[in-house]
């Protein structure tokens, strides 16, 4: 009986000592491959010397490189690198000389990275003191993954996407290039989003010479170079012509020009019943044969809650060119009208008013964007509504060619909504939406002064809001244009056009209140 008394105490006191002892978490298996998220990390503005110590055990790195250097558009000397570790796509520069041109895209390496330097060299961060015998290659062809963005996401936190594969979606080429003239080569604007980009060609690279389109979607490494100047800090240098893709051929210099008002507003739903979300719609009349891909349009949609003025981003960004959640923008770039022909512009789903309602995919749909999770053509971000059903004024404005800038006056424009002026016009800056001589604005007043903008001078013209909202209201626009003379024989009225779920597409292109188009 004492033995097992005895057996029992031993084993309940090693149990005992057992628990109390700490557990030594040093006596684990460290990983020697640190993410790149967390070595860019260490980087706190100084230069600093990397160990095990500051890598937390770690002394490696791997990733993908995602330069090529045999495209010839690449920082010369420089092997670039990204992985996507803990979740995170991060990227690094490693200057190796001349070694950097035995790499090629998709080479899966690992880096012994201790004794390595990360330091900032002309703005971008570097692992230096790297050779190529600390460099082994696992493997060779592999995908690499590009991440798309916006530029105002790039310079909002740029760390994040600082060299690493990005893909700026439907941007507008600026200034606006020269069919048959203008080349890739050097600095040109990206205008996406509510800002732009700079996209650099290096004169070696293979496609420095091809001419430049006025849009398209751009991949490319993200590269930071503070040598130049402020504006070109953050720069899209493609790696190889088939990264520009989506291509907008820029206007051509011998096609016929469509003088005044080739279209005209002739109405739009800004508040469908129910969701607006990819319901919203813009209806136009040619008053002349049009054919968008030899002489494209744009659309640009604003809206102005809040307190921000429209004269946001940088060059050329600002008035209709502002994007962001201000100013969105559709280009037209393919298909044809008549003289006479209604065409639409909008969301996607193609609705007369709203989920579940008449089908009017048949009618003639010049754009349409998922704009929910789209950005627009060149600026604008995505949004569950381009219009808004109550507070400051919206708009719709169409202009000749598709690159928008603050300067660009639109060949027709309308503005609806509320009566505060503070978001629209801002006289100190002398920035606002401009607007065309039509049947309810000019640019110029009775004595000849300049008015260009939106509510300055006599441009007070402001469609109300219909209330209460919700109601599927299509608001027909009226009146009476010369197609000979390019002017308005009676200036356009409004019509709230009440609709239902099976109002039919007739129903907003006929009636005595519709825009009638003569000669």
């Known amino acids: 009986m004492k033995a097992k008394i005895f057996l029992i105490v031993s084993v309940l006191s090693a149990l ?37 110590d500051n890598m937390l055990g770690a002394y490696q790195i791997t990733g993908k490189v995602i330069s090529m250097p045999d495209s010839g558009n690449v920082p010369q000397g420089v092997l670039i690198v990204q992985n996507n570790r803990r979740k995170a796509i991060r990227g690094i520069q490693i200057p190796i000389g001349e070694a950097a041109a035995t790499f090629k895209s998709g080479d899966s390496i690992v880096v012994n990275v201790e004794g390595a330097i990360l330091k ?29 963005v916006s530029s105002y996401s790039i310079k909002t936190k740029p760390d994040d996407y600082e060299s690493t594969l990005v893909s700026i979606k439907s941007a507008t080429v600026s200034p606006a290039p020269v069919m048959g003239q203008t080349k890739y080569v050097g600095n040109k604007y990206l205008v996406n989003g509510a800002d732009s980009i700079i996209m650099h060609t290096e004169p070696t690279a293979q496609f420095a010479n091809e001419f430049l389109p006025a849009g398209a979607t751009v991949a490319g490494v993200l590269v930071v170079d503070n040598t130049v100047d402020s504006a070109s800090v953050y720069q899209v240098w493609p790696r190889k012509f088939t990264d520009i893709s989506d291509i907008t051929k820029p206007a051509d210099p011998n096609a016929p020009d469509l003088g005044e008002m ?78 006479g022909d209604f065409f639409y512009v909008g969301g996607s789903n193609k609705r007369i008013n709203g989920p579940n309602t008449t089908d009017i995919s048949e009618a003639k749909w010049i754009s349409a964007i998922a704009y929910v999770t789209n950005d627009g053509d060149g600026f604008g971000s995505a949004s569950s509504g381009l219009l808004p059903n109550s507070g400051n004024a919206g708009g719709i404005a169409i202009f000749k060619g598709i690159n928008v800038t603050e300067q660009s006056v639109p060949v027709d424009v309308v503005f609806f909504g509320g009566t505060g002026k503070t978001t629209m ?42 209330s209460p909202a919700d109601q599927g209201v299509f608001m027909k626009l009226g009146g009476s244009f010369d197609a000979e003379t390019k002017t308005w024989i009676t200036p356009r009225g409004i019509s709230v056009f009440i609709m239902s779920g099976s109002t039919a597409l007739t129903d907003i292109e006929t009636g005595s209140d519709v825009t009638v188009i003569s000669n």
């Open 262 to 339: 080739p279209v005209v507003i002739t109405g739009f739903v800004n508040d469908a019943k129910g969701s607006d979300g990819n319901y919203e719609y813009f209806q136009f009349r040619a008053t002349q044969n049009i054919d968008f891909s030899v002489t494209p349009m744009a659309v640009v949609t604003c809206t102005n809650a809040g307190a921000a003025q429209p004269n946001a981003g940088d060059a050329p960004g600002a008035g209709w060119a502002t994007g962001g959640g201000r100013t969105y923008k559709f280009n037209l770039t393919n298909g044809q009208v008549k003289k």
């Open 425 to 466: 016009y801002n006289p100190t800056t002398n920035k606002g939406y401009r607007v065309p001589k039509n049947d309810h604005y000019n640019f110029v007043d009775e004595a000849g002064a300049e008015q260009p903008f939106f509510y300055q001078g006599t441009n007070q013209y402001v469609i109300p809001h219909v």
């Open 120 to 148: 900032r060299v002309n703005g971008a961060l570097q692992l230096t003191g790297i050779t190529p015998a600390n460099i082994t290659t696992v493997s060779t062809g592999n995908e690499v993954q590009v991440q798309q």
């Open 16 to 52: 005992f000592f057992s628990a109390c002892k700490k557990h030594d978490f040093a006596e684990g298996q460290l990983s020697p491959i640190i993410a790149l998220v967390d070595l860019r990390a260490i980087h706190k503005g100084a230069d600093v010397t990397l160990n095990k």
